[in-house]
């Protein structure tokens, strides 16, 4: 559900980099159009969120779910699900690539349907060592060497491999080392490594990784997001106020509301604007 939330200018810089760069780099090469919709809503009954899905210049879309557990067909029957609905509303075919992380080495990929069998196409990320790549990187950076663009995707990926670490503690790891170059390839594996803990992360632990960020180039950006975001709805509470008040003919309290902040509350309060 990231895609709803707050941020989506970083999210969508991370969403790009994982489509542009992360997925080539983990064996899913295709040209892409744009990105799809990630939340089906069918009968107003179920929300079916997504994780990824990208329009390929061949007209068909590639959906890429994350996972760090293995429930066999139950997933599948959900995956499924997702397919069905989605090419219901797109018209259009879509090929499904599961990531696995969380030490999954081997999963349950394909179904017997009845007349056909259901399969998807599974990434196993069980090979790659998060605390390598941290130690790697890490010397690489005390030696003044520069970050290639493999480094900045291996980064990327890091929370997603196995780690003796928390995930957090990964990210934010990975978030210091990408830090400290400055160039677009390291604001988008920071754009990526955040679109990963607003998926993976909550409470405190996602609020760590927002003060991690809050310092950086990306950080600026979610703050003048949320500046634009408070002002526009700003204004809009106060003209729906406006107009309340003209109707009314309480001309005076509009004089009053322009000048008195909590006065103003007071009369969002009492006409149920929020």
């Not at 029957?77 to 969380?102: C, L």
């Not at 599974?122 to 520069?146: C, F, H, M």
Request: net charge negative.
């Amino acid at each position: 559900m990231a895609n709803t939330k707050h941020e989506d200018a970083i999210l969508k810089m991370g969403f790009d980099y994982f489509r542009d760069t992360i997925l080539k780099t983990l064996g899913i090469n295709y040209d892409f159009v744009e990105s799809g919709i990630t939340e089906l809503v069918e009968l107003t009954i179920y929300s079916l969120y997504m994780d990824f899905t990208f329009l390929t210049t061949g007209g068909f879309y590639i959906h890429i779910e994350f996972q760090t557990t293995d429930s066999g067909k139950k997933d599948l029957r959900r995956f499924r699900a997702y397919e069905g609905v989605f090419s219901h509303k797109t018209g259009k075919n879509v090929i499904t690539y599961v990531i696995y992380s969380g030490g999954i080495k081997r999963a349950v990929t394909e179904m017997d349907c009845g007349t056909h069998t259901y399969r998807v196409i599974p990434v196993y990320l069980s090979d790659k060592d998060a605390d390598t790549v941290l130690k790697r990187l890490q010397e690489k950076k005390q030696n003044g060497e520069v970050f290639t663009e493999e480094d900045f995707a291996q980064l990327a990926i890091a929370p997603l491999m196995n780690s003796n670490k928390e995930r957090k503690d990964v990210i934010l790891e990975s978030l210091k080392l990408s830090k400290t170059e400055r160039n677009i390839t390291a604001e988008k594996t920071m754009a990526m490594l955040y679109t990963l803990a607003d998926k993976f992360l909550e409470g405190k632990d996602l609020e760590e990784v927002k003060e991690a960020v809050a310092m950086t180039r990306i950080g600026q950006m979610i703050f003048d997001d949320g500046v634009v975001r408070g002002r526009e709805e700003g204004t809009e509470r106060m003209s729906v106020l406006t107009l309340k008040l003209l109707q009314e003919k309480r001309l005076e309290d509009l004089q009053k509301a322009t000048e008195d902040r909590d006065f103003r509350e007071h009369l969002m309060r009492e006409f149920g604007i929020l």
